[in-house]
């Protein structure tokens, strides 16, 4: 946490009506800037020589730079700027650097870890965290994973927490990572996945042995320091047949004037009778550009849990995409999105549904203030021999003022006459009754605010371990401080 | 005679583009029990949100002191802490917010109310089991899904646990059955008993206030006070009910309008 002293406190504008404007948020809890002295940086741009660069760094296989080399070039040929989504044009590679990295090594205890790079991870609550509710933890800092530890009784049962580096150097895993690497998400899914492939650095590798269930969540969490920097780490998990994990990443940043960019890739792979939830909270500073891929393959029996809070970032592009492939899997999504001023966060979900009795439900929540654009968009795909394949989306926006915007885009592929699929969605405002409700019970207006807010957000938060719940009810009051209108 | 809590002096208030309510006077003294009386759209309701302060009401003229304060511009989140209650006819609901939590955020506002979470999760037992409410009420996201006489009996649990100087009761017991009925007059009885406070009653439903003593009784017609008696005015209305007080308001804006 953020001493008192370090947080400077805003104070709201106050209109003609005598009613306070929302200024930026207080964001100072993630808004310190580390130095980057004696830090590797590589050019900004993109060129092979970066990319065998950062291979040569990590002293990778062949097959690895091979697969860097070939994104790069699908990187230049598939065309950039979407004319669907939200604006990418304040998004030039050429000033994003690929790579930069503190100069330090990896670490199994934080003492070990640089001052000032710790301090860091101890403002974010991270070490805390871990010893209080986590079995293991990893910290990334721009582009290189600085700290790495997992509890030992999880080691014992064959758990595998550790970076796609280093798994790459073990001759045990590297034909795993070889596996899967990359095979979800192909380099040719989008300009940003190829980008991914050419640069990324960092990120995890999970395996959960057969059968193997983990009392407590593991967790990694991104932080990107470097101004005009991207971060491109990598998530591969595989969880095999019977096993459990609670997988939960959080990022930050602080803001810059330039563009930052986040193009990270998420792979994963739920065996039979398995089940994974995969937590996010993401609270990107809001010079971001987020466009981040995350998909997940589950076989049979086995359930995928999605839940996802979105607080930062100028642009998101953001869709986790489940296939449920084996027979009566099962995907739950559960989502929120919070978008301020400035902000334009497309977000939202994809299900390919081709097992048969399987079944996705899937639940969105959007909050739009200051001006703030939020499009939730969903596609649901039944594939041909899904019998009974059951799938459900419901999309909720709560706007706050007249001058933001909420869209829900749902598309719908059903290929299957046996399906049954439906969808729903509304959009509201906080009503005057509601608040003068809450006021004639002695809450300020703004008080009154905040716990309608907290409490459209509620079916969300409920979804969290307590302490990210606590974390995201805070991030939704400092978004709501002064936000009286 | 009572010490003043509430007086209301010479008020005119309405929406932006309607008046309703017309140079209103009004006294209420600690501890007493007043009702207001008068037909449909008369401005009863209109009268309590305007105490309350909600803001879809401008006071054009007048004042409302309260507690020897003059409220007449304040927040009603201000007024609530400085003693004021309002019981709505049709309390909102909302959603993702926990009955007990909700309890407790209001409780803890105030510096007289702030107790332990033990001893305030005891009091809140006590007065569910004399309001006859399941305490898995308590889970239960604020007024979601609750009927009529659920909504009333959250008003009323609420009112105990606030201790307010003045509870203004809206229609509290319109469209009740009969138990619910029972046990909102049960609530209101120990607000009377335990809290001492002062009651102004919204109502024309007069079997609700057989078992209250009532100090004054207060009548509205077409956003005046034209009435002003003893308890024994209910009867009165009772039987003969509101014609004989809209022909006497005609009258006497007819004369206005001659002299």
């Not at chain 1, 719908?412 to 969605?425: I, L, Y």
């Not at chain 2, 400085?82 to 939590?101: C, K, N, T």
């Amino acid at each position: 946490m953020a001493d008192e002293k370090d947080r400077v406190t805003t104070r709201p504008e106050v209109d003609e009506r005598g009613r306070s404007k929302v200024q930026d948020v207080d964001r100072s809890l993630y808004d310190f800037v580390k130095s980057e002295e004696g830090y590797e940086r590589y050019a900004d741009g993109l060129t092979p020589d970066i990319v065998r660069s950062i291979s040569a760094k990590k002293d990778e296989p062949d097959w690895m730079l091979k697969m860097r080399l070939e994104a790069l070039e699908r990187f230049h040929d598939i065309d950039m700027a979407p004319n669907w989504g939200p604006d990418t044009s304040g998004l030039n590679m050429d000033d994003i650097s690929t790579y930069v990295s503190p100069k330090t090594k990896q670490a199994r205890d934080w003492n070990d870890v640089p001052a000032d790079i710790k301090d860091t991870f101890e403002r974010l609550g991270i070490p805390q965290a871990e010893r209080d509710s986590l079995a293991g933890v990893g910290a990334q800092y721009d582009s290189e994973i600085v700290y790495h530890n997992m509890r030992e009784e999880v080691a014992k049962q064959g758990v595998v927490y550790t970076t796609i580096e280093d798994a790459i150097h073990d001759p045990q895993w590297e034909p795993v990572v070889r596996k899967y690497f990359g095979t979800l998400i192909p380099m040719t899914d989008h300009k940003f996945a190829a980008l991914h492939y050419a640069v990324w650095s960092g990120g995890s590798f999970v395996y959960v042995p057969e059968g193997v269930s983990l009392d407590y969540p593991l967790q990694s969490y991104f932080r990107l320091n470097a101004s005009g920097a991207g971060q491109f780490e990598h998530t591969l998990i595989v969880v095999e047949p019977g096993a459990n994990l609670h997988f939960i990443e959080g990022c930050s940043a602080p803001k810059y004037y330039e563009a930052n960019l986040h193009a990270g890739a998420v792979e994963l792979f739920v065996g039979d009778g398995a089940r994974l939830r995969y937590s996010t909270i993401e609270n990107w500073s809001k010079n971001m550009y987020n466009l981040n891929t995350k998909r997940a393959r589950v076989g049979a029996d086995a359930t995928m849990e999605w839940v996802s809070g979105s607080f930062g970032s100028h642009v998101s592009y953001l869709y986790p995409t489940t296939i449920l492939q084996g027979d009566r899997s099962v995907c739950e999504y559960t989502g929120i999105t919070f978008s301020g001023a400035n902000q334009d966060l497309d977000t939202g979900c994809k299900v390919i549904l081709n097992g048969r009795d399987t079944r996705a439900s899937m639940s969105a929540k959007s909050i739009s203030k200051d001006g703030g654009v939020n499009t939730f968009r969903s596609s649901v795909v039944v594939g041909r021999h899904a019998d009974n394949a059951r799938c459900t989306v419901s999309c909720q926006s709560l706007m706050l003022d007249d001058i933001s915007r909420s869209d829900t885009i749902p598309a719908m592929d059903v290929r299957n006459r046996t399906a049954s699929v439906g969808h729903e969605a509304t959009i509201g405002r906080i009503s005057d009754d509601t608040i003068l409700y809450l006021m004639s019970r002695g809450c300020s207006e703004e008080e009154a605010r905040t716990m309608v807010v907290n409490g459209f957000a509620n079916p969300v938060s409920k979804e969290l371990p307590l302490e990210y719940a606590v974390e995201m009810n805070n991030l939704i009051k400092l978004e709501m401080e002064g936000a009286i209108g | 005679m009572a010490s003043e809590l509430l007086t209301i002096s010479g008020l005119s208030a309405g929406t932006e583009d309607k008046p309703i309510l017309h140079d209103i006077d009004l006294t209420v003294g600690a501890g007493e029990t007043h009702v207001l009386m008068g037909p449909n759209g008369a401005g009863k309701s209109t009268l309590g949100h305007v105490i309350m302060g909600d803001p879809v009401y401008k006071v054009s003229s007048g004042t409302i002191a309260f507690d020897g304060q003059d409220v007449t511009d304040l927040a009603p989140d201000k007024r609530s802490l400085a003693g004021i209650f309002l019981s709505y006819q049709a309390p909102v609901e909302v959603p993702g917010v926990p009955l007990y939590s909700f309890l407790r955020t209001i409780c803890q506002m105030r510096p007289e109310l702030k107790t332990t979470a033990r001893k305030f999760r005891q009091r809140v037992g006590q007065i569910m089991a004399e309001l006859d409410m399941d305490e898995s009420f308590l889970t239960r996201e604020l007024n979601v899904g609750f009927s009529g006489g659920e909504k009333k009996k959250v008003e009323m649990l609420q009112l105990l646990l606030l201790r307010p100087k003045l509870a203004i009761l809206d229609e509290t017991d319109s469209g009740l059955d009969v138990d619910a009925l029972s046990i909102v007059s049960k609530g209101i009885e120990a607000y009377r008993r335990d809290c001492d406070g002062a009651l102004l009653m919204i109502t024309h439903n007069t079997r609700i206030l057989e078992r209250l003593n009532v100090d004054r009784t207060h009548v509205m017609v077409r956003g005046h006070l034209v009435a002003e008696g003893p308890a024994s005015m209910i009867d009165d209305i009772d039987r003969n009910g509101f014609g004989t007080y809209e022909d006497s308001l005609a009258a006497s804006q007819g004369e206005k309008v001659e002299a």
